[in-house]
Nanobody, 124 residues
Framework: QVQLVESGGGLVQPGGSLRLSCAAS????????MGWYRQAPGEQRALVATITSGVNRNYADSVKGRFTISRDNAKNTVDLQMNGLSPEDTAVYYCYADGRVKYGLAPWKPFASWGQGTQVTVSS
């Protein structure tokens, strides 16, 4: 399975910034979409931002103008620059990727993977 490893979470004051990073590894794979989702306590996991291999971006309304998603196709990484953070952004942030993966002589097959999650806490 394609593995995703996130980094960059932490504690930040309101109005501050954080940058999350995620790297994919494992097998030979072609990634279609990558993105970030978040889950606050007592709530369902929700989309934050996604980006396709063609660099089409999609943002949740609540983060438009504050968050920027970017992707390095050569390195199979996706970053999320978060500016103007507020306590409402506090959540566990999960990296996501989907596409096709190939192991050895086996045929290509679709995959969808999630990272382990990284905590972002916005508090004074």
């Amino acid at each position: 399975q394609v593995q995703l490893v996130e980094s960059g979470g932490g504690l930040v004051q309101p109005g501050g910034s954080l940058r999350l990073s995620c790297a994919a590894s494992g097998g030979i794979f072609l990634i279609n979409a990558m993105g970030w989702y978040r889950q606050a306590p007592g709530e369902q996991r929700a989309l934050v931002a996604t980006i396709t291999s063609g660099v089409n971006r999609n943002y949740a309304d609540s983060v438009k103008g504050r968050f920027t998603i970017s992707r390095d196709n050569a390195k199979n990484t996706v970053d999320l620059q978060m500016n103007g953070l507020s306590p409402e952004d506090t959540a566990v942030y999960y990296c996501y990727a989907d596409g096709r993966v190939k192991y050895g002589l086996a045929p290509w097959k679709p995959f969808a993977s999630w990272g382990q999650g990284t905590q972002v806490t916005v508090s004074s």
